[in-house]
Structures are given as structure tokens and as C-alpha cells.
């Protein structure tokens, strides 16, 4: 690769962290690098357990993972059907075909880029036995609403918190607002270990589902001593850095107040929703940051702006795509026609997170290569 192309290289992630090459070390020093069992997974989860306020913790190989043994633990399989967002996380839709069931798909908020918690009753029949609120792009979903509606209804949630670890809101940390709560290690997410995940539930028996699924003889979907030695020091400053990531948001957001044509998932309601979202109240994490990218605005489609972006340095990329326009129709099912999911498809950009530990300078630089 050329010198000039490595310039113009967005941030690279994981970080050089002097904390994490010393548990790098001692790994290598005590051989826990080498072993099944060790106390660096006991540590980890119990970090995590505290964290979370939560009984337990199980360490998986990936959230993928995660969120099959969620589904498991929470008994879905044939003939059940699980709710999520036509725009989500791929694997989340697979999971739900993995066990047997049936994704049924709702649209999301134009607004917040969020499932649409207004479409659930819609989305409801006898055979509901989950829904799946990923938060995502540094959006949050309604969980006190999404909440009501499983507890009037006995429907369980999967709370995904692979994007926001360590993230509040309305004062309860992501994660535990579902029945069971998932995160992920993977390599670009916030805390990281290349690959990993973790499920959080305070409930006794999910945990014990997911427990006899994973242990046969041998755990079928660990995560290993030495990941877990790396994810700890990660830890101690995910707060931290959780902090550092918010503000550059709210600095980036006020440089780009005057342009035209990018609206951001965390200001959907104007200025007063991002001073909560921002609030000690609710502190989304931000592992990508979403936004609706209107292309008669820029007078240039969102993939030819995207492309225009990593050639200046700037990784700001098209979205997921929507789960209702890359499977068969047959293979889910959904209330209507998804208008929003099609415009998320098609619109939103996603800022991804190094950059938003960076300087004022860094963040600067993104505005002026959004208006050059
Ligand atoms: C990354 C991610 C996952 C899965 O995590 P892996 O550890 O990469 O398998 C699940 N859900 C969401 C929303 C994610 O962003």
C-alpha cells in the first residue's frame, strides 16, 4: 500500500493500549494464554455482573452466538414467532430461522431509526414468544414502552447491547432492560477481544437454559482466558471513554447544525432530545453514529458521498441493509409494507466510533471533508 493511501486510513482500531499489552504480558507469564480454565473468564464476568447489577453472566464466543443462546434460553423454537426491526443486525434475523422460528419484521422510526415500538401490537399474535430491541447507530430504542408492552403481554425481550456496553437509559444500563441482555467483543465493537460476546439475565432459569445448552462436557461457545484477560483493562475504561465518545458527539453535532441533509439518530427530536439523550439520565454508547442522509440535499446518492468520505479518510458508510429486502419473502412475516425500514436501506450513513475518541481537531476534520 502506498504511502499516500495509508494517510488517508480512517483511525484504526483497537487502540495501542498500554493496559491491554500488559495483560498481554502477564497472560504470557502465568500461561493463562495457553489454559481452558483459569481466573480471568471468573473475573470478567464478575466485572460484568457487577456492572450490570445482574446474577448472572455467560461468556460467549461471539454475541451471535449470544443471541442464539438467548432465544434458546428463553425456550423459542418451531412455531414461535420473534419480533424485531426490518432494519437490524443480519444475524439476529438468521438466529430467529436458526431455532425454528419466524421473524416477523415492524418498521422503524423515521425519527430515532429505532424499531417502532408503536407497531408491536400490530406485529403481535399467539404464537409471539420474543422480541429482539437492538439498539443502534447511538439511537435508542423505547425501552419502557417496548417494556409494558412484553409485560402485558408475557412476551420475553432480547435486549441487543453490542453497540452500547456500558450505556444508560433512563437511568438503567443497556442490557438490563430486556429479560436477557447480549453484548458483544467483536473486533471493531467498543470493548473488544476479536471475537466474544457475553449474555446478562437476572433470571434463574434462563441462565439455566442457556447453561445446559452451552455445556457439553466442554462449553461449546466459549470465550477464552486470554480473550477475557485483554477485555478486562477494557473495562476499567469503558466510562471513561463512553464520556470522551459523548462529547465528541454532541461537538460534531453542533459543527454540523447548518448542513443541510444529514439528520442524526441522537437530535431526532431537535435539540432538547439530544441534551437528554445526552443526559446522566440516558447515555447512549456509540459504536457507530447514525444518520439520515438525504441525497436531493447533497445532490449525490448516499453510496457515491459514502465513497467520496473513505477517500478523504473519513469512514462514514452506508448502513446495514434491510432484512426485508435481502431475504425471501416466504422466510418472515410483517404487518405492512415497511416504508421506513426501505428508506434506511436506502439512507442512512454510519460514522464508525475511533475517530469519536479523537481530538477536537479530528472531529473538525470530518466537518470540513462533509462541506470540501
Ligand atoms: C456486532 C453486533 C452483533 C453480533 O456481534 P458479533 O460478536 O460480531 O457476533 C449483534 N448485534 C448487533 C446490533 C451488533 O452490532
Given at each position: 500500500m502506498s504511502h499516500l493511501r495509508d494517510q488517508l486510513q480512517p483511525p484504526a482500531w483497537p487502540l495501542l493500549d498500554e493496559a491491554v499489552e500488559a495483560a498481554l504480558r502477564r497472560a504470557f507469564a502465568d500461561g493463562s494464554w495457553g489454559?481452558?480454565?483459569?481466573s480471568n473468564c471468573r473475573e470478567l464476568a464478575d466485572r460484568l455482573a457487577a456492572l450490570h447489577e445482574c446474577e448472572h453472566v455467560v461468556l460467549t464466543c461471539s454475541g451471535t452466538a449470544a443471541v442464539e443462546l438467548a432465544l434458546h434460553g428463553l425456550n423459542v423454537g418451531t412455531g414461535d414467532e420473534v419480533i424485531l426491526s426490518a432494519y437490524d443486525f443480519e444475524g439476529n434475523f438468521k438466529n430467529v430461522l436458526m431455532v425454528g422460528a419466524k421473524p416477523v419484521l415492524v418498521d422503524v422510526d423515521?425519527?430515532?431509526?429505532?424499531?417502532?415500538?408503536?407497531q408491536l401490537e400490530a406485529a403481535r399474535?399467539?404464537?409471539?414468544k420474543a422480541v429482539i430491541a437492538s439498539h443502534l447507530h447511538g439511537g435508542v430504542v423505547a425501552m419502557p414502552a417496548m417494556r409494558a408492552f412484553a409485560d402485558q403481554h408475557g412476551i420475553a425481550v432480547i435486549e441487543d447491547a453490542c453497540q452500547m456496553p456500558g450505556a444508560t437509559l433512563q437511568g438503567r444500563i443497556a442490557g438490563m432492560w430486556g429479560d436477557v441482555g447480549v453484548l458483544s467483543f467483536g473486533g471493531?465493537?467498543?470493548?473488544?477481544?476479536g471475537r466474544g460476546g457475553a449474555l446478562v439475565t437476572r433470571d434463574d432459569g434462563i441462565a439455566q437454559r442457556i447453561r445446559v445448552h452451552t455445556q457439553r462436557g466442554n462449553d461449546a461457545y466459549p470465550l477464552s482466558e486470554l480473550q477475557a484477560a485483554v477485555l478486562v483493562p477494557q473495562l476499567d475504561r469503558l466510562a471513561e471513554r463512553n464520556q470522551l465518545r459523548s462529547e465528541n458527539v454532541s461537538r460534531l453535532l453542533a459543527l454540523l447544525s447548518?448542513?443541510?441533509?444529514m439528520r442524526c439518530f441522537v437530535e431526532a427530536a431537535g435539540s432538547g432530545a439530544l441534551r437528554r439523550a445526552l443526559s446522566p439520565e440516558t447515555q447512549p454508547g456509540f459504536y457507530k453514529l447514525g444518520f439520515w442522509f438525504d441525497a436531493a440535499a447533497f445532490g449525490c446518492s448516499r453510496d457515491d458521498f459514502a465513497c467520496a468520505m473513505r477517500a478523504k479518510g473519513i469512514a462514514l458508510d452506508p448502513g446495514f441493509r434491510a432484512l426485508h429486502r435481502t431475504?425471501?419473502?416466504?422466510r418472515f412475516r410483517a404487518v405492512n409494507d415497511l416504508p421506513n425500514a426501505t428508506l434506511a436501506d436506502e439512507s442512512i450513513l454510519v460514522l464508525h466510533h475511533p475517530v469519536l475518541l479523537g481530538t477536537a481537531g479530528d472531529v473538525q476534520a470530518i466537518r470540513d471533508a462533509i462541506s470540501s
Open positions: 489454559k481452558y480454565h483459569g423515521t425519527r430515532t431509526g429505532q424499531l417502532d415500538v408503536s399474535s399467539s404464537r409471539t471493531s465493537k467498543l470493548l473488544t477481544a447548518d448542513v443541510a441533509g431475504h425471501a419473502r416466504g
